[in-house]
């Protein structure tokens, strides 16, 4: 039990700094956030609790190929908030584009064999 609070309180820890950097320097808070950190602890965790080099593998492919699809919510939230849409709406937005994007992602790597 204490294991789980270590990786909680880690990883939530990566999240406030990122949260606290980025009020006073908002594009070091994005290049922090940027960094696959959650990814990175997920895989030692795993290695950590079952040393199944196999599922980090099928983990760590399957984070790339789940990327690709997240990043035009990184430009289509600040276009949309530019234009005067609300963060709400603008947040919305991106989780559906990203939602659809991850559809499609997973149709199209189905027709080459790669089931995500």
Excluded at 5 to 26: H, M, Q, Y
Excluded at 41 to 70: C, N
Aim: without cysteine; positive net charge; proline residues 5%.
């Amino acid at each position: 039990m204490a294991w789980y609070f270590i990786k909680l309180f880690i990883t939530a820890g990566i999240i406030v700094l990122i949260s606290e950097v980025s009020k006073k320097l908002p594009l070091l808070g994005s290049l922090i956030a940027s960094l696959p950190l959650i990814s990175v602890l997920g895989m030692i965790w795993m290695y950590g609790e079952t040393k199944d080099l196999q599922r980090i593998a099928d983990h760590a492919e399957g984070t790339f190929w789940y990327v690709i699809p997240s990043l035009p919510m990184f430009l289509l939230m600040p276009w949309m908030i530019r234009k005067g849409i609300s963060f709400p709406a603008a947040l919305s937005a991106g989780i559906v584009l990203t939602g659809i994007l991850y559809f499609i992602m997973t149709k199209a790597l189905a027709k080459f064999g790669m089931n995500l």
